[in-house]
């Protein structure tokens, strides 16, 4: 079993930056690919990005290429999404999730709000 946080989010003008954070439970973080998804309202959960175990290559989504930046300190169970240049576009609710080597994210966080206003 994992159990996962997110932290930070919150309200945020248009152009600026938020820093989501997704504590993890589980002896071997190292060896989950973790992913952030989002889900804006109305609107299907779509993927944000990925970050894999070492040597941690990224994928993100075209929308967020250039803008967000996924990192892990696998020595706190930590992963991070940074975002810059933020839209209102962002607006969702973010999600981090983790696949621990069943080829899909089995676990999720409760999710926490991005609020971007123009």
Request: charged share 20%; aromatic share 12%.
């Amino acid at each position: 079993q994992v159990h996962l946080v997110e932290l930070g989010g919150g309200l945020v003008q248009a152009g600026g930056s938020l820093r989501l954070s997704c504590a993890a439970s589980g002896r071997t973080f190292s060896s989950y690919t973790m992913g952030w998804f989002r889900q804006a309202p109305g609107k299907e959960r779509e993927f944000v990005g990925s970050i894999s175990r070492s040597p941690s290559s990224t994928y993100y989504t075209d929308s967020v290429k250039g803008r967000f930046t996924i990192s892990r300190d696998n020595a706190k169970n930590m992963v991070s999404l940074q975002m810059n240049s933020l839209k209102p576009e962002d607006t969702a609710v973010y999600y981090c999730a983790a696949d621990v080597g069943k080829q899909s994210y089995d676990y999720w966080g409760q999710g926490t709000q991005v609020t971007v206003s123009s």
